[in-house]
């Protein structure tokens, strides 16, 4: 079965610095990895997912994130934190060639960027 | 294309009671899925809908149900409601079934029990 660990519940960043959110994944065949992120009262958004493609993925508003299976890691970076990117996110792994196709979703990051 | 949407948007019930929350997906998904969200447990995955065919159950009580419409609209209904049901119930939908598909999540219905 699969299961992913946020490694902080919380990361406080100045504006303009970079951003790390770490994610460590488990998962019995070949995952999909996903980053969603979800502002206050609102729906989750994706922001990027891996499906075995290229290990660099690029998603929206500048953030990307390099999957690394000999670490079993996926982590999303953003060169340059901005005040709107403050927010919650969720690491997510899914498992592609299982029969489950449900989704496991992290304990969730929250970001804080000071001005 | 509208989003997904989610009806109500808020809910307050009492212990015993039960409720049905609606899911409309966007226009041309077939796979609705349902979670839980509480501060304490962080995202659940209730279960999840294919055309019209429950496809994924996750671990919850036999009080947790729901159905999909022909339509692909999708109810999610909690029986006998207990305190500890108070979350924020979000909806996914996505083209087809299968984890490498991306979900795109409705605004969430917020039940409160008392």
């Known amino acids: 079965a699969q299961s992913v660990t946020q490694l902080d519940s919380h990361v406080s960043v100045s504006e303009g610095t970079p951003v790390l959110l770490r994610c460590n994944y488990s998962?019995?065949?070949?995952?999909?990895l996903f980053w969603y992120v979800q502002h206050p009262n609102k729906g989750l958004q994706l922001l990027l997912k891996?499906?075995?493609?290229?290990?660099l993925v690029k998603g929206i508003n500048g953030f990307e994130a390099e999957f690394k299976k000999s670490e079993t890691s996926f982590h999303l970076t953003k060169p340059s934190a901005h005040m709107s990117d403050a927010a919650e996110y969720f690491c997510?792994?899914?498992?592609?060639?299982?029969?489950?196709?449900?989704?496991?979703f992290g304990a969730g990051t929250r970001l804080t960027v000071k001005p | 294309k509208a989003g997904v949407t989610q009806t109500p948007r808020y809910l307050i019930k009492t212990r015993g009671q039960q409720v049905t929350l609606s899911c409309s997906p966007i226009?041309?998904?077939?796979?609705v899925s349902w979670y839980q969200q509480t501060p304490g447990q962080g995202l659940q995955f209730l279960f999840e809908?294919?055309?019209?065919?429950?496809?994924n159950k996750g671990n919850f009580p036999g009080r947790f149900s729901g159905r999909q419409f022909s339509n692909s609209r999708s109810e999610m209904n909690v029986s006998t409601l207990e305190l500890g049901d108070s979350a924020l119930y979000l909806c996914?939908?996505?083209?087809?079934?299968?984890?490498?598909?991306?979900?795109?999540f409705g605004p969430g219905t917020r039940l409160t029990v008392l």
């Open positions: 996914a939908s996505s083209l087809q079934t299968g984890g490498y598909n991306e979900q795109f």
């Open positions: 998962s019995s065949y070949s995952p999909s």
């Open positions: 891996y499906t075995s493609a290229a290990t």
């Open positions: 997510v792994v899914s498992d592609v060639g299982g029969n489950n196709n449900d989704m496991r």
């Open positions: 226009s041309g998904h077939r796979s």
């Open positions: 809908y294919f055309s019209e065919t429950q496809r």
